[in-house]
């Protein structure tokens, strides 16, 4: 991926790491892209629902 994009994609994963990290989201999944080309492509959190149902 462009390089360009490292601060965007560092922003993206401090966001749902805090997100996940709070156990307000059991997960999160971001992708971007900017004229067909995939500049944001970050994932956290359990690939399983957690014992609750959310």
Do not use: C, K
């Not at 971001?30 to 609750?52: C, E, H, N, W």
């Amino acid at each position: 991926m462009d390089t360009r994009w490292d601060g965007l994609r560092a922003e993206v994963r401090d966001t749902i790491d805090e997100l996940v990290s709070s156990g307000r989201e059991a997960g999160v999944q971001v992708a971007a892209y900017l004229d067909g080309v995939a500049i944001v492509s970050s994932r956290r959190g359990s690939p399983t629902p957690p014992p609750d149902g959310r």
